[in-house]
């Protein structure tokens, strides 16, 4: 157990001090910071009411090119001015709105021929996405041999290692990421701060950082946040849990930057934790990093930093600022880095050797916004945008000085990976200069070989996680033939990761099973299982030995195209992925008719030509089929939901007609006319409905389906069941046993938050799914709760999904943050399938 530094009173977890001064509180300013839960942490349990347009932008847009090694530097540009919006959250806190953001770039180009400024991407929320490049002035041909470094370093980093002029020559990258969650502010105006100092500076230092490091700036990731207030983009999503699934454009911007820039070092700037908390983090660490080359030098730059804003002259008694607190040294857990859902732990995956999360000290948002007099919101901005450049300075003169041992370890990182190298557990001898390394810091694994996705028949799920591979930077291969590998043979058009790449690492981190750290740490600071390759709907096989030499592959740049259609009969689509019931949902909205067969939709002969284009859109297959039986459906569902962010996402992502609603909403009065099933997992409390409104839900419900997930669906009771649910943060990869129609075909695994299942099943309840028995976590953290019960144990071959006359039931989460794709077309069945109610969309024929 490392010791705990003496500036932070001993605990066991992570507590984050509310910055609350004895001005404005009464609180002693001296006083022992109040423990509080990390914001953010945990499941929404607020329904959503994000706008459709939201979704639809996410769903389309396109990432830009941003490696461009044609142009020189700068590549300057004249921004369009956006609408003055007199009601942006940053106004009152003093700081730069969003519509003041381009005219502040304008002028900081016109500084001279330092400063570029290129669109990274549009919000969810249409906002553009602003990166600027800080660096001295480059030919075409300069940035073009900075691009082959680049790629020299990563592809081929044996070669970069011995590469004399490359180190001369090479200009370290450093990335600052500001406002990504959009009710924590300052970094923004801290990062115009630095570019307006660096456009102008002619100090020796200055030129020299300039002319040996490329400086990039994200000036607002989250530019819907900010001027909401919220933390959340648009789509109500948080942008800081994304990078694995990468479902919203900002994440996807922000990926794009770290794969085509490869920053050495990168700051995430946050609020609000008092005294500032940087990073590195506590246990557990997650294994697939280079941790030693990661702790190594995230350590040092976290004594810099430390330093830095220490020296900034603030003081509990003087203006409520407590000291630096940075968690590997003075927390044993709760700010753990174990999942690369966050943006300085994604990173690391692509050469980042240098990554924090930085929290600013002065709370500003929240009911402080709401509350505290405007000078003293202003006096509190003003401390966190000096904290924050205070940070990024002395970032700045860490990779200045550790310029050479900063490369080296980078292309160490790429080194590895390529020649399958064992990692490196940290130790006080691998890592010299970290105090209190000890046993729980070491975590490591032993990576396959290689990872095949057979051909076969989830096709459209494998291109899927191909695409998904491959826009994350990892290298994939197709083979020509069939193959033998590890002792299987694999058909024509099966898929290889090679896990000797310069990428291995973010390779396994998706497609691993992980680990179940239950028995690691008592909590963890978010999700701590994600397994691409058992959520995702593809089959995916981890070869453990073997020989690659010689296999019929070739490196794609992206997947082969499945989508076909049989050229006699009837069609018959599966309905077992997203993408199938989009394009279902799409082909009933043009008036093409169905009907509902098992686990699929079978459409007349004459839909061929639009099931052609579907095949085409989707990627999806339409088989050969008997003549249609069973219920018929006419349009699209219309769903009335009460879900939350990501389920709202993925019930628009699967192209069906939602509704947001809520206990607000009925309250106000709903028209349940126009609804054919009802979803509820959040924010609808019968119990908190008028009279009125409660009427009219039950008349709903005694006519109509209702799909419900976890406790907040049970509770409105339309199946004799009792749901139990679990410890409240208890979250992984699951096994499950499927047994009826809405779970047919479904993996064998699925993600829980907060498990829920189902006991004293009444009669006409079915049993569509259980919890394996014995252990069911695959991955993740799930201990029991202090009194024995709630555990994995308690859920072993309990149901996990029951279905009854027009109602289903999930105590797994299908839709988690739009994450667990391979489970979304359970949902989709299951409101079909319950939609066969008086006045929905299906009816019975045939």
Known sequence: ????????????????????????????????????????????????????????????????????????????????PDPVDPADRSIRLGLTPYHGIAPRLNALQ???????????????????????????????????????MRDRIENAPTRAAEDVSLKAAYKTPVFFNANIHGDEWEGTDASLKLIERLATANDARTRELLAHSRLYFDITANPDGRVAGTRANANGFDLNRDFVTASQP???????????????????????????????????????????????????????????????GHTPAGDGVQPVQIPFRDQSEGWDDWPPVFTPQYAAFHGTVAAHTVEIPMTVNGTAYDTFPVTELRRRSAINVAVAGAAMNAALTY????????????????????????????????????????????????????????????????????????????????????????????????????????????????????????????????????????????????????????????????????????????????????????????????????????????????????????????????????????????????????????????LREMGFDVTPVSTEILNAGFDWSRTDVLFVSAGLDRTALTATARAALDGFLSAHGLVGRGTAGAALGRLSVRAVQGSADANGVVRVVNWGPVTAGAPDYGFVYAPVWFTDLGPGVRVEQTYAPGNPLLSGHWRALSDGSGGPGAAAGQASVVSGPRAVLFGTEPLFRDHPKGEFAQVGRALFTVGAARGGSVEESG
């Open 110 to 148: 016109r500084l001279g021929d330092r400063v570029s400024v290129e669109i990274a991407g549009r919000s969810a929320g249409g906002h553009r996405l602003f990166l600027v490049t800080v660096t001295a002035p480059e030919t075409p041909a300069q940035t073009r041999a900075q691009e082959r």
């Open 399 to 650: 990779a200045q000085q550790h310029r050479a041992s900063l490369l080296a370890d980078q292309i160490e990182v790429f080194r590895r990976g390529a020649a399958g190298a064992a990692q490196v557990p940290v130790s006080a001898q691998t890592v010299p200069g970290v105090p209190g390394i000890g046993p729980e810091d070491v975590y490591t694994t032993t990576f396959p070989r290689a990872y095949v996705l057979p051909a076969g028949p989830t096709g459209t799920a494998t291109a899927r996680l191909v695409d998904h591979l491959l826009a994350n930077g990892v290298r994939v291969s197709r083979a020509g033939t069939a193959f033998r590998l590890g002792g299987r043979s694999y058909p024509k058009g099966s898929y290889v990761v090679d896990m000797h790449q310069p990428e291995r690492g973010l390779a396994n981190a998706l497609l691993a099973d992980g680990r179940d750290i239950s028995d690691k740490v008592s909590v963890m600071y978010d999700i701590s299982g994600w397994s691409l390759g058992r959520l995702w709907g593809a089959r995916v096989e981890a070869v453990r030995t073997g020989s690659l030499s010689g296999l019929p592959v070739r490196r794609v740049r992206a997947a082969a195209a499945v989508g076909s259609v049989a050229t006699r009969g009837d069609l018959r689509l599966r309905l077992d992925d997203p993408r199938a019931l989009a394009a279902l949902n799409s082909l009933l909205a043009q008036g093409v008719p169905a009907h509902l067969t098992g686990a699929a939709a079978v459409l007349p002969a004459s839909a061929r030509p639009r099931a052609a284009q579907a095949a085409r859109t989707y990627d999806v297959a339409f088989e050969a089929s008997d003549a249609a039986s069973g219920p018929a459906l006419r349009r699209p569902l219309r769903i009335a939901a009460a879900v939350t962010p990501g389920e709202l996402f993925a």
């Open 250 to 312: 900002e994440v996807r911007a922000m990926r794009q930057i770290e794969i085509d820039k490869q920053p050495a070092v990168m700051l995430d700037l946050h609020g609000y934790v008092n005294g500032t908390l940087v990073e590195p983090a506590t246990p557990p660490h997650g294994e697939n990093y280079e941790y030693d080359l990661f702790l190594k030098n995230t350590y040092a730059d976290a004594l810099g930093m430390e330093s830095a804003v220490n020296g900034l």
């Open 1 to 80: 157990m490392r010791p705990t530094a003496t500036v932070v009173p001993p605990r066991p977890v992570l507590f984050a001090a509310l910055a609350l001064t004895a001005l404005v509180t009464g609180t002693a300013a001296g006083a022992e910071p109040a423990p509080v839960v990390r914001e953010g942490h945990g499941r929404d349990t607020g329904a959503a009411r994000t706008p459709a347009a939201a979704a639809r932008t996410a769903l389309a847009a396109p990432v830009p090119d941003l490696a461009d090694a044609g142009r020189g530097y700068p590549r300057q540009q004249v921004l369009a």
